[in-house]
């Protein structure tokens, strides 16, 4: 197979074409039975990877590390940064830089939009951004639309709900740019005080796709083949009584799915606090767990294609 992807680093979601985000698609395709240990796969043997992750993280750090040893590598790292010697002072440049002297990848989530970008500049080895702030989450983006693949055989001419806090959601900003690239119809459901920002809408201009803003899922869910939620985030209101106004709007319960179509499937980048009810999990609409154990085909197909391991 001759390679569609010559990237040193992963940073943004906006740095791929179309055509280079589909071919990691299609390399994740085939490292599902590798994801779930029916295959095995050495290709990364003697590989390192390092795990820099100086806020929380669940799937992300857990499922590069499942990606990593599925395919014999080894992982080292940190998963709270009051472990690391950035707690004496040290900064994000200088850790960066001492660490791609031990590995031969990172993974790098931090609180500060831009720190993967800035990291990318100081480190010998690829930088993958598991997360800057309330910038980008590209590897997460890509396992969304390897879902929303699966589960629809396409991502064209699909109507996409994105709900929630689309304002300071990472997740939603860079799938909203990698929906851009494909012909589909996307509603933003949000407070109007937590839309998604006028720039990113700006950029989907450009892109010259459907899109429209609804304030209430009850008023567009029928309508969807995707519905993609996110925790409204209650910090982000002056007060709770102006929380309480708008929750219920942004939760999703079984009796809400009666008239919805057969095949709408509901995605959650996770974790969710109480936006999806649990009685939703049991419907053959929900799709968020599959879509976290997307992460690990997706997460190998990026470690293959960032080392020397991919040879095909
Ligand atoms: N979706 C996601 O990024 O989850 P974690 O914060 O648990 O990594």
Do not use: W
Not at 32 to 58: H, Q, V, Y
Not at 223 to 230: A, E, G, R, S, W
């Amino acid at each position: 197979m001759v390679s569609k992807f010559n990237k040193k680093h992963v940073v943004s979601i906006k740095d791929f074409s179309k055509e280079e985000i589909d071919f990691v698609l299609d390399l994740a395709g085939d490292m599902t039975e590798i994801a779930k240990g029916n295959k095995s796969d050495d290709s990364l043997k003697g590989n390192i990877l390092g795990t820099l992750f100086f806020e929380p993280s669940t799937r992300t750090r857990l499922s590069f590390e499942s990606a990593m040893k599925r395919l014999e590598g080894a992982c080292i790292g940190f998963a709270r940064a009051g472990t690391s010697s950035v707690k004496k002072g040290e900064t994000l440049a200088d850790t960066v830089q001492v660490i791609s002297s031990y590995v031969d990848i990172i993974v790098l989530r931090h609180p500060q939009e831009g720190a993967a970008r800035l990291a990318a500049k100081f480190s010998e080895k690829p930088i993958i951004n598991a997360g800057d702030g309330a910038g980008q989450h590209p590897t997460q983006t890509l396992l969304d639309l390897f879902t929303i693949r699966e589960e629809k055989d396409e991502i064209e001419n699909k109507k996409i709900g994105i709900a929630g806090d689309l304002k300071y959601g990472r997740t939603v900003h860079s799938l909203t740019h990698a929906l851009s690239m494909y012909d589909c119809d996307l509603t933003f459901i949000a407070p109007a005080s937590l839309q998604i920002p006028d720039e990113i809408i700006k950029d989907i201009e450009k892109m010259d796709i459907k899109y429209r803003k609804a304030e209430n899922i009850t008023d567009v869910l029928d309508d969807l083949d995707v519905l993609y939620m996110t925790r409204i985030q209650r910090e982000r209101f002056p007060s709770d009584e102006e929380y309480e106004e708008v929750a219920e709007t942004y939760k999703i319960k079984k009796d809400m799915l009666e008239n919805v179509k057969d095949d709408m499937i509901i995605m959650h980048p996770l974790p969710r606090v109480d936006e999806i009810y649990s009685d939703v999990d049991s419907t053959t609409h929900a799709k968020y767990f599959k879509q976290a154990a997307n992460g690990v085909p997706i997460r190998m197909a990026l470690l293959k294609l960032l080392t020397e391991g991919y040879n095909e």
